[in-house]
DNA sequence: CTGAAAGCGCTAACAC
DNA sequence: GTGTTAGCGCTTTCAG
């Protein structure tokens, strides 16, 4: 199909390409006879607008750029779920970049996005904070954060307060005299773990307490299950939180095979599920956090800078909800 | 920061636009110094081209859609890392879409994706066949479809074969003596159940046997789990097969309520499993289907396609591996 | 080896 | 209301 232009309609409908330019655009007035005249061109010739033009004349591309860690997506499906539907809204069009491990490459991708001239970026990293974003902010566009508390001239952020979150669980569990509560630690997530260790740390010195207890899991350690399996066999404690049901389940798991019984010798809490934490046995119990909002909201407020639009509050924090199931007493 | 344009090196490097472009497109000779001292401009003035001026004047955007069902991403997010470990190599930039239930926003969907004159399209979608596809294909661009055989003059395709592996999987239980077998069928995934009926019919019928044993999820029912509940306070196969882990695990959590067990009194497989089966118990019995290989080997095909490689076969079947575990005997 | 100039398809003043 | 025209930033002949 041959490329059909701007100027192929306006032949075709006997005007200028500019009328053609104002239909479409629908903002200018156009008489009702011309414009009917110009749809049945566009219609006729299977015109559709091209994008890539409309960027360069309008200096903006209508698309944004989404940035995630690796391509799991096991638990940024939900936010990127809720990101995307938003963007539909707004028709908005979303580039999706991962970023690896291997912090060299952040550079590329962040250069790949400039390069795309996107009119804003989303960003979803535990890692990622702002210094790496300093390459970004130079070009000014609006960032919006997600799960990072964090805010400045063209920056917003949307969160959950982990730290709150995690005080309240340790201290409920300090209020029953229980004080032997441990914390999974991996080299993934680390920001996340370091505001739940903050939370419980919090929560044990105003009982007069230190929190210590990191269950850390050693890199040599392909899996946390194998590496669970040997300190289970010689630990054991009165609550274990994990930042994910994954891990939660690794731990049950491994508990189960040294011989505890959860949630009876041993209480496990996570604080993100996914929807297979619906289908274990037992089921974990867990803090809801909205995933989906928090994509959706990101996406909102996304929108609003575009907009120039005024924002009452560059860091929107998200309330989470704590749900005791099966794994807890 | 103030958009630096080619012309702005150009000035600082004083030479032509045209040099400046020879020299970041690394096409054409340029002599060594005038060389140097463009990129000394470049670094100096901070310039990065602007892709989307690139895709005017190139009439080629180097981003190609993906197009996904919903928002899961619990099974295709193995596919879409794959598709962006590739993309990244060929410097290619993916767009996000995702097609809802509803088939009437498909239209806007590909029509959003037209004007944004993407270099091709990649597919995964169970519904989609080839009459959708026409709105697409009348853009003859390249277009790889993962998870359907399907292909044509511009469509290439990878898939994996199911109708096969869920005809050698029936067959030998067929041989073992049993014929009380039931596929699991939901609305979703529709496609992906068809083929597994039509394998296990197969298998029937070389027996000179009937299959019929689908249990059909109603649609009054939200979730799988709660029909299924009902269901087998009632039945009980030998094996039942679930396309997924999650549903075999309502089989599995269902069944159990009712007092059967796994695999005792009834076996379970799944077609595709997610990393959450490996922590449940019992572990599912599963295809090992290479998704990010799909993935991976979807995105090569593009780029084949984009670069007017020939291609030895657009019907590109990847193989599978049926890995017993505890669900099974 | 380098520069001038004509597009790529569209938008947005500015005329008429 | 509608047409004219100058960009948007880059690539690519075609000269020199």
Chains 1, 2 share one sequence.
Do not use: W
């Amino acid at each position: 199909m041959k490329r059909v232009t701007i100027y192929d309609v306006a032949n075709e409908a006997n005007v200028s390409l500019a009328t053609v330019s104002r239909v479409i655009n629908g903002l200018e007035i156009v008489r009702e006879d011309t414009r009917i005249r110009v749809n049945q061109a566009i219609e006729k010739l299977g015109y559709k607008p091209n994008a890539i033009a409309q960027g360069l004349a309008l200096q903006k591309t209508t698309s944004i750029a989404l940035l995630v860690p690796e391509a799991s997506f096991n638990y940024t499906g939900q936010i990127i779920s809720g990101l995307l539907d938003v963007a539909k809204i707004y028709k908005y069009n979303i580039t999706l970049h991962t970023t690896s491990e291997a912090i060299i490459q952040i550079g590329e991708i962040i250069e790949n996005i400039i390069k795309s001239r996107v009119d804003g970026v989303i960003i979803y990293n535990d890692k990622l904070m702002m210094d790496e974003l300093s390459a970004l902010t130079k070009y000014n566009f609006p960032i919006v954060v997600v799960g990072n508390q964090l805010s400045s001239d063209n920056i917003a952020s949307v969160y959950v307060n982990l730290q709150k979150a995690m005080f309240e669980l340790v201290s409920s569990y300090l209020d029953k005299g229980m004080t032997d509560i441990a914390i999974i630690q991996d080299r993934k997530n680390k920001y996340m773990v370091e505001q739940l260790i903050k939370g419980a740390s919090q929560a044990f010195e105003r009982k007069g307490l230190v929190f210590e207890n990191f269950i850390e899991i050693p890199r040599e350690y392909r899996s946390s299950y194998t590496y669970l399996r040997e300190y289970f066999k010689k630990h054991k404690h009165q609550l274990v939180v994990a930042h994910r049901d994954s891990q939660a389940m690794a731990v049950i798991n491994a508990a189960s095979e040294a011989g505890l019984s959860v949630p009876k010798d041993m209480e496990v809490v996570c604080i993100i599920d996914s929807k297979y934490n619906s289908m274990m046995r037992p089921q974990i119990s867990s803090f809801a956090i909205p995933s989906y909002d928090l994509g959706a909201v990101a996406m909102r407020v996304m929108t609003k800078m575009l907009n120039q639009s005024p924002i009452e509050d560059k860091e929107i924090e998200l309330s989470y909800l704590y749900t005791p199931r099966q794994s807890t007493k």
